[in-house]
């Protein structure tokens, strides 16, 4: 029942902002059209504005599935035409806190204690609310300040509602326009579906948090607020206490005199090291979970919040990217062609002339301009824009990294709109390259295998006792074989040597037969049974000399 009332108020949203606009021109969706034409709420509905800018705000009602899942579309400039990206990037998460006691009354049944047993205070009003959680500030027994994030109480049934809801319009979808198979809606869902699940695991969220601090440890160019694991569980998560300013404030920043040059520089350098050094970056770079510490205004450090999503790539994976950007950077479209069918995201039936000059057309005109000019997020986006013509389907963690992309690239051209992220980027790419294939990446193979190699010591020489059977058994294999081989050679000799005999006695019996008729009684015959006998004998004769120039 409750499933059916959460399809009925959906359904309801959709005639309210006549979102029958958006469904593909398809016998299918035919009669769903006017189903939602039909309802009340459709009546007075108003269509002046776009139908994404409508469907950003019925996902905005429907709560943080929807909205969540409009933030993760806003990203897939391989699915969706670019009003629907620009329209679902101002996708708000904005919801009103749930009860101060019911958040107390999580913290101490997760804890297991009494809040005035667990923390020196906790304020009960909270610093900030979203869909997922709600943050509440205090201070531990030792008197420093700390914050305390909390699950929202009965989210996940209704998380895992709408996410069956919507993994079951995507399987329709599916089965009735097959058009929309190329895209994989299914797929698209329980990818997001793990993300989504991620959030709501805050002990996931603290485990982020300390690698990435553990990456930057003494770094001066980010800094990530330590995890309080004793005060930490699924559902609550506490964690020290960062102060500065948004990193959207340029106002407030160029006030205590912080070089926004540098600072942008600082978040490129900050992606790329995430990226290529430690495979492990955030996925999530908006401006509301980056601040900066103004603490020194001449070393001013970003402060990493909300470390829920974050992305890996494997190192083929990293390889491709590499090769990818610096045939980008080289202008070497055929290069790009075939790295991106030889990755699989083009089928392997495009042909790489058509797909090169399609990007070449769409990509030359913004890869001529000055290096600083580049603005690299749209260059992606038109380069994915392209792709999907083609049939292109990027991996998910390319699609976070994308996303992320064109976060830090955007913040650091808020900050200085001269900013050259590849006048950063590129020698750290290098340089990541001859890292992966130089002498120091061969010892640190040999020092990560080294442990066990150490432990197969003991079994060396039982190893090469095995391995010297193997060869015994092997050599005596080919012993065998051979001797099968002679032997059929002498048998074949002795069947050649019969042969040759058998003809040359049949030649000399028609040949003497021939030459002294009257050795038989009946000499009429003669020449008949000589032809046949010196027949059989040549014939055989000539089956050896055949054999032979064979052999």
Known sequence: MRRLARLFTIFTLLARYRLDELLPDHAATGPLKWLIRLHPAAWGASTDTHPWGRARLAMEQLGPVFIKFGQLLSTRHDL????????????????PPFGEQAAFDIIEQELKGNIADLYGSLERTPLASASVAQVH???????REIVVKVIRPGIEKIVERDLALLLTGA??????VPETRRFHPVQVVKDYRHILLGELDLGQEAANSAQFRRNFEDSPLLYVPEIHWNLSTSKVMTMERVYG?????????????????YLSEMGVEIFFTQVFRDNFFHADMHPGNVMVNLADPQNPQYLSLDNAIVGTLNKEERFLLARQLMALLDKDYEQIAILLVEAGWVPKHT??????????????????RPLHEIEFGPVLIRLFQTARRFEMQALPQFMLLEKTLIHVEGLGRQLYPELDIWEIG????????RDQIGPSAIMQTVKRNAPALIE????????AWDALQEMRKLSENQQKLLEQVEQRHLGQLRRDRIITLLGLIGLGIGLSWGLNPDWLPDWQQVPMGAWISGGIGAALLLTRLRGQSHD
């Open 80 to 95: 969706l035409p670019e009003e629907a990206i620009e329209d679902l990037s101002n996708l708000q998460d904005n919801v």
């Open 137 to 143: 500030a205090g201070t531990l027994k030792d008197g």
């Open 171 to 176: 399987r329709w979808l599916e089965k009735l």
């Open 245 to 261: 300013v948004p990193v959207s404030d340029t106002e407030t920043m160029l006030k205590a005199g912080v070089k926004l040059e």
């Open 351 to 368: 042909k790489i002339h058509e797909f090169q000059n399609a990007l070449r057309t769409v990509l030359e005109p913004v890869l001529e």
């Open 426 to 433: 590129r020698p750290l790419l290098e340089q990541w390259i």
């Open 456 to 463: 197969q010591i003991p079994h060396i020489p039982k190893l």
